[in-house]
């Protein structure tokens, strides 16, 4: 059965606002057209491959398009983001009444008392579901509260969680990539040295790859995996080699309009 993802189409995508440090020299730099090109080129190269639904996007809402921020889904249960910050805040509500509207049960993070800081969490950009061990890989550290962990449990009762250290790569998703073979595919300086250890603790070394600072920074590490295929917004000739050696295709997305605002391919997409 083919995948299925939610997209938002770029109408209103833009850098309008400064919320990490890819957005500082970028804000009212965005080239629409380009930016829908790269968008629908994105969205034709996918649909090939998986079924995507569309949001409707919504005017003042530049982010809307990084629809991985949405939320986390688990069969027929969303759970709703929290914005760390307010300008994206308002998305929030549209992305709710689209799971609702589609019959999905939504299970909303509580706000227990004993949480030392309010809770934030940014969906699928800071959790990533490892499937073959069903265990959950969770961001903190710029986005996400790390206490959210404890919010989740009925519902991924196995999950660890990796503390960022880079405000470059501040959501789990712009620097983690896990694959179907059970490899990983990261750039280490992204983590702290105790999260480091975590990875190479539940990666063999041969299950490792570690990516350079230029590949990371051309958001390698932000694909969308659909069986043996990466689609990505670049790769180095090296790594594409490398990753063919391990039997995966990486199929070269540019998304470089997108990533004036700090996301790649797999940001534009959450999985259904
Ligand atoms: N400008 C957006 C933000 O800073 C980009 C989000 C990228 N999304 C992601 N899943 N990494 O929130």
Redesign the pocket.
């Given at each position: 059965m083919k995948p299925r993802f939610l997209m938002c189409p770029p109408d209103y995508f833009g850098?309008e606002y400064n919320?990490?440090p890819?957005?500082t020299d970028n804000l009212g730099r965005v080239d629409h057209a380009h930016a829908k090109n790269q968008w629908r080129n994105l969205f034709d190269t996918l649909s090939k491959h998986a079924k995507i639904e569309l949001l409707e996007p919504q005017p003042r809402l530049?982010?809307m398009v990084?629809t991985?921020?949405a939320g986390l889904v688990k069969e027929n249960t969303f759970i709703p983001s929290r914005?760390?910050?307010p300008?994206?805040q308002p998305e929030e509500i549209h992305f709710r009444h689209w799971f609702s509207s589609k019959g999905y049960d939504l299970a909303d993070l509580a706000d227990p008392e004993n949480l030392s800081e309010p809770v934030s969490f940014?969906?699928?950009?800071?959790a990533l579901l490892q499937h073959n061990k069903n265990l959950l890989w969770m961001g903190y550290g710029f986005?996400t509260n790390p206490q959210t962990r404890d919010l989740i449990t009925d519902l991924f009762p196995q999950c660890i969680t990796l503390q960022l250290v880079d405000p470059r790569f501040?959501?789990?998703?712009?620097c983690f990539c896990l694959l179907p073979g059970g490899q990983v595919m990261y750039y280490p300086p992204a983590f702290s040295q105790e999260s480091h250890q975590i990875i190479e603790d539940n990666f063999a070394i041969e299950d490792r790859l570690e990516i350079d600072e230029e590949n990371a920074l051309y958001f390698t590490c932000?694909a969308v995996v659909i069986e043996n295929n990466l689609i990505l917004n670049h790769a180095s000739p090296a790594l594409i080699s490398q990753l063919a050696s391990l039997g995966y295709k990486a199929i070269l997305t540019p998304v470089d309009e997108?990533l004036k605002?700090?996301?790649?391919t797999?940001?534009?997409v959450l999985c259904l």
């Open positions: 850098v919320i990490n890819w957005m530049p982010d990084f991985a921020n914005f760390q910050y300008e994206r940014e969906g699928e950009g800071d986005r501040y959501h789990l998703d712009t932000n997108f605002a700090g996301g790649g797999k940001c534009l």
